[in-house]
Nanobody, 124 residues
């Protein structure tokens, strides 16, 4: 599956953005979907994940209650709705897909398919 993330941009603190992850080649519903982010000088970190069945989500503590991961099977697209953004959320955001079903989805190595990142910048 090929992935293409979009929707990043510059937003003020407290604002919102919705990132999209368009899949092609195969149905995104066949995969667990994850969002990761990487800030300058930092390692790539887990943000959110959605199970293949679409009924289970998980979030990093830093975004829980502010971010929502979802999927639209008809559009073959996953989303990351980000609300109440802070400067600490500034990073390049990546979507990823995995056919694995084990519990290690918070690790980037769990995911084999990655899209190019989209930059999110939150100003104070």
């Amino acid at each position: 599956v090929q992935l293409q993330a979009s929707g990043g941009g510059l937003v003020q603190a407290g604002g919102s953005l919705r990132l999209s992850c368009a899949a092609s080649g195969r149905a995104i519903s066949q995969y667990r979907v994850g969002w990761f982010r990487q800030a300058p000088g930092k390692e790539r970190e887990f943000v959110a994940a959605l199970s293949r069945t679409g009924d289970t989500t998980d979030y990093a503590d830093t975004v829980k209650g502010r971010f929502t991961i979802s999927r639209d099977n008809a559009k073959n697209t996953a989303y990351l709705q980000m609300n109440n953004l802070t400067p600490g959320d500034t990073a390049v955001y990546y979507c990823a897909a995995s056919s694995l079903t084990n519990k290690y989805y918070r690790q980037a190595t769990h995911f084999r398919s990655w899209g190019p990142g989209t930059q999110v910048t939150v100003s104070s």
